[in-house]
């Protein structure tokens, strides 16, 4: 809703532009008086009488009498802003052209948003019209002690007017005179104002009915007295408003511009954390992964298995022996008698059949050896197939999450260091603004995105990513603070 994009066309409303105009921008709290004052310099330009009234903006007890585009809501109730654009009441005094502008009022019960909006629109307004002879500022004077609404309403003016412009700030303290008024000036601090730009006004004539006054002659008497005054005051102001002359208002536009250029830079800087976070969250679940496949593959890995295998060996013997082709292992007569040089019948194994008592084959299937077997155990490595295709595939997979895990890794890293950079250019938008502005409070800015940030974070559920994400948060705040230690104001 607030960001707006730096070429966006600034509305051509009521203003006729012309030049020479003294442009002056009316800007309070609401209920502060920026529209019943415009209601008394109506009366002032256009030479208006308690008795005769001329009323440019109409209120519950007083109905327009003036031709203006002006536009008033709500007329019941108290506590909404009244006024909500801004509108220009021209006016000519001895060949000399006046423009008030009347603004939404701050502070409004409508909520900081609505506020931000309406300074927007109040900075795009002063844009427009070239030259601003005063911005004057309209404040309840009878208020004791500076209440939370108007010191937001004046570090939103902090934050909002440039420099060039505060020789022409002019202060308006209503429902009070000098002697009455409560308003520490001190508030505005570091800005000064003059004497000379110092009004106290009484404007108290409009806010009653005009039959519970006008047939009352000591009522009537107490508010001639005030009107008589205002009537001077504002001769005064006028006068001092040429005085001021005219000031380019250029630096709104710069201003304005660089406003939402950063308010856009902070909206890309929660996108990018809120990314950020869906990285770190993937990252977090390979990690898991990763842990789960090297657990497979460490349990997979014992597919080679060891098995001790029998086999005969030939021990070679000093002697002759008698062994049988179908029987390899057995000996059927160790250390034959007959050595190998009698005939086979000779031996005792034989004797006296044909048939090997030891193995009980023929004759012809014996021979004489000068070994004999023994047996001999190795052993022989083997491979589980199905346990080494598991083994193989967690391995497979493993690899996979751990290249996905570095790939991710890298984007991380690059994000992390996108999101640096990005802030630290914001910083360098927010030291050019004050350049314009040296009031600019980086902080007031940044609050709600701030507030979104820290929201966004309630959501990490991985401690990790939290702190990462919270201390992300801190840095940019700190810088925020490190910009508002300023210097006082330029005069
Ligand atoms: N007694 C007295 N009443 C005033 C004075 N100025 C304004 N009022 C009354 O205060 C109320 C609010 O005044 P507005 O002129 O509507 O205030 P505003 O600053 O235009 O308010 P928004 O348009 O809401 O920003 C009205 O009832 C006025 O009659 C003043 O100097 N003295
Ligand atoms: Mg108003
Ligand atoms: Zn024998
Ligand atoms: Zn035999
Ligand atoms: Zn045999």
Request: include cysteine; proline fraction near 3%.
């Amino acid at each position: 809703m607030l960001d707006r994009s730096a070429t966006k066309k600034i509305p051509q409303i009521e203003n006729p532009n012309k030049k020479n105009v003294y442009n002056v921008l009316l800007v309070g709290e609401t209920g502060s008086g920026k529209s019943t004052l415009i209601n008394y310099l109506t009366n002032y330009f256009r030479g208006g009488t308690l008795n005769n009234l001329k009323i440019a903006i109409p209120s519950k007890h007083y109905p327009a009498t003036e031709e203006f585009d002006h536009q008033e809501k709500d007329l019941q109730d108290p506590t909404k802003s009244k006024t909500g654009k801004c509108t220009f009441y021209n006016f000519s005094l001895n060949g000399i052209d006046y423009a008030f502008i009347d603004t939404p009022g701050l502070s409004d019960t409508s909520g900081r948003d609505k506020d931000a909006e309406n300074i927007l629109k109040i900075m795009e307004v002063a844009e427009m019209t070239g030259t601003i002879a005063a911005i004057m500022l309209v404040v309840n004077g009878t208020v004791a002690r500076t209440t939370s609404n108007l010191k937001d309403t004046i570090n939103m003016m902090k934050s909002s007017v440039p420099d060039v412009l505060l020789s022409n700030l002019v202060v308006v303290l209503t429902n009070c005179s000098a002697t009455s008024a409560n308003f520490q000036f001190s508030a505005l601090n570091p800005w000064t104002i003059s004497d000379k730009n110092r009004f106290y006004m009484n404007n108290s004539a409009l806010s009653t009915p005009v039959d519970t006054w006008i047939d009352d002659t000591e009522k009537f008497e107490e508010i001639e007295y005030g009107w008589k005054k205002s009537m001077r005051t504002i001769d005064q102001m006028v006068k001092q408003i040429t005085q001021l002359g005219h000031v380019a208002s250029d630096a709104f536009g710069e201003m304005r511009k660089k406003k939402s250029d950063i308010k856009s830079k902070l909206n890309a800087q929660i996108n990018d954390m809120r990314k950020l976070y869906g990285l770190q969250n993937k990252l977090t679940d390979l990690q898991h992964a990763e842990n789960i496949a090297s657990i497979s593959v460490s349990s997979y890995s014992n597919y080679k298995a060891n098995t001790a295998v029998e086999f005969l060996e030939h021990e070679p013997t000093s002697y002759s022996n008698v062994l049988c082709k179908n029987h390899l292992h057995v000996v059927c007569c160790h250390d034959c008698d007959r050595g190998s040089f009698w005939p086979m019948s000779f031996c005792q194994a034989f004797a006296p059949k044909t048939t090997c008592k030891s193995c009980g084959c023929g004759i012809s299937v014996h021979f004489d050896a000068r070994y004999k077997p023994v047996k001999a155990t190795k052993t022989v490595e083997m491979i589980l197939q199905e346990t080494k295709q598991r083994y193989d595939e967690s391995k497979q997979q493993q690899t996979t999450i751990q290249n996905q895990i570095s790939s991710l890794s890298g984007d991380l890293d690059l994000l992390k260091k996108d999101l640096d950079a990005k802030a630290l250019k914001i910083v360098d938008n927010c030291k050019e603004l004050q350049q314009i502005c040296s009031q600019f409070n980086f902080s007031d800015e940044l609050a709600s995105t701030i507030a979104v940030m820290k929201t966004d974070t309630g959501f990490v559920t991985n401690m990790e990513v939290k702190a990462d994400a919270v201390a992300r948060i801190d840095r940019i705040q700190s810088l925020a603070a490190s910009l508002n230690v300023k210097p006082g104001g330029s005069r």
